[in-house]
């Protein structure tokens, strides 16, 4: 029988769960958050590594995005296989003293990985509802193995994330539902006016990579995109016989063109925002202030525009001037804009913020969401069904359409809409394994050829990271 820990430990172990728990609290990024949980409960049950398995209820499957020390970046089982499955389907601590000889433990991962598992104390994640989550999982007790104190100490630890995962959750969807909110807003213009779809967008992009650049906090960017998403809906108000007028306005139609900067402010004044949110009607609107004092529409000076504001007045100019042609302009190349923004210093615009923009090149960005690589990437893939694999073999096939967000390929069969696929990417520098849904499959032809997309779906923090680098082009 394993030794009972002195009260010293105790009181030792339950000021570091209080402490972690206060961090939990505090940790709204669920990414962030797993990682912390699974480190300090590693630290506090002195075990080697630990991992957090989530219930996906939509495929009825356990996922974990937590693996210390392992390139696997993401794992996926059934929700009633391995001991995180049982913890889950039981509702009930599991201690393993001798992982091999544990019909459940799935021998498969530590081929992998070159991990050699030898103990597993696992415990069940359930929220205030009393639905089981997830599974906190802890490998190999760092003296011995997992004993009963330590089964007390799981429980704790648990009961503790669950709440913490489940507010995290709550408040990513929260900011999800807000944030698409905000983006059908403005897609509302692009559907009214399809020659300047895409502006609101673009223009968040290039006022990111301005406030990125000056070290703005994560919630002060937060307030630039959503302004950006928004500074336009303002032109809801104007009429179609001005708003998509061909050619030049008339200095009547350009005050009621002008007037959509005061109906910005007037709908985002109407919006309740939270603390951190409150600026965004001021942003929005004034992204036609100049800070001498010149622009529209409440002749704002600089003293009287933030940082923010000045930031969207600069991505909103060069964004407007390099815009695709017009019915009433032609675009301007970079080297143009850039000159008018050069000679708008510190009259029309900011000097700090134009330097910002021009010397890091921050105006350098794909002006399509995602760029498309031209290039032949061979891939193979097998088809999941109910959770089974379909394929014997892989289907080797290849593709020249592919982004960070899918790919499409052409396959002899069809594939079902919603059907998940294994695939693995043969890049020039190595191969990569994603999980896809099939979101389009379309006959091409009357061959038998069917045109495949497919979309990833939970993409790794590191498989996006080499496609970025895969996808990053040095031109506007």
């Not at 379309?442 to 997309?453: A, E, F, L, T």
Request: glycine share 4%; net charge neutral; aromatic share 6%.
């Amino acid at each position: 029988m394993a030794k009972k820990p002195d009260n010293q430990k105790q009181i030792k172990d339950v000021a570091a769960i209080l402490e972690v728990s206060k961090a939990m609290m505090a940790e709204k990024d669920p990414d962030r958050l797993l990682n912390l949980i699974v480190d300090k409960a590693t630290q506090v049950l002195e075990a080697e590594r630990g991992s957090i398995f989530l219930v996906d209820f939509d495929t009825k499957e356990l996922y974990s995005r937590i693996a210390q020390d392992v390139e696997i970046a993401e794992i996926r089982i059934p929700w009633d296989k391995g001991i995180a499955g049982s913890a889950v389907q039981t509702r009930k601590i599991i201690n393993i003293k001798d992982a091999y000889q544990d019909p459940r433990f799935n021998k498969e991962i530590d081929k992998k990985t070159g991990y050699r598992t030898r103990n597993i104390l696992c415990g069940p994640l359930i929220n205030h509802k009393d639905e089981v989550i997830g599974s906190l999982q802890l490998l190999n007790k760092k003296d011995g193995s997992f004993n009963d104190y330590d089964e007390s100490l799981i429980t704790a630890f648990s009961a503790q994330a669950a709440v913490a995962i489940e507010n995290a959750q709550l408040y990513q969807e929260l900011e999800l539902t807000f944030k698409s909110f905000l983006k059908t807003l403005s897609s509302t213009l692009d559907a009214r006016d399809q020659t300047t779809a895409g502006h609101s967008e673009r223009v968040a992009r290039y006022a990111l990579n301005i406030a990125r650049a000056m070290g703005f906090s994560e919630e002060e960017m937060k307030v630039i995109d959503y302004a950006a998403a928004l500074h336009d809906i303002g032109k809801i108000a104007v009429r179609d016989d001005v708003l998509l007028k061909p050619g030049k306005l008339t200095p009547e139609e350009y005050k009621k063109m002008q007037s959509h900067a005061v109906k910005t402010k007037e709908i985002l004044d109407n919006m309740f925002f939270s603390r951190g949110l409150r600026a965004i009607p001021h942003v929005a609107s004034s992204h036609h202030e100049k800070i001498d004092g010149s622009g529209y529409p409440y002749g704002l000076k600089e003293s009287q525009l933030s940082k923010a504001a000045r930031i969207m007045a600069v991505a909103d100019v060069y964004e407007a001037l390099t815009a695709a042609d017009r019915p009433y302009k032609k675009a301007m190349t970079p080297e143009q804009a850039i000159a008018i923004l050069e000679q708008g210093k510190g009259t029309h615009f900011d000097a700090e913020i134009v330097d910002v923009f021009i010397k890091k090149r921050l105006y350098k960005i794909e002006r399509r969401k995602f760029f498309r690589m031209d290039a032949t990437i061979p891939l193979e893939y097998l088809v999941q069904s109910d959770k089974k694999q379909v394929d014997d073999q892989p289907v080797k096939t290849e593709t020249t359409n592919i982004s960070p967000v899918g790919l499409i390929f052409s396959s002899q069969r069809s594939l079902a809409l919603g059907m998940i696929l294994e695939l693995v990417l043969h890049l020039p520098e190595k191969d990569l394994k994603v999980r896809g849904k099939v979101i389009r499959n379309d006959p091409k032809g009357s061959q038998h050829i069917y045109q495949v997309g497919v979309e990833f779906i939970n993409l790794a923090a590191k498989q996006r990271d080499v496609l970025s680098g895969i996808f990053l082009v040095d031109h506007v």
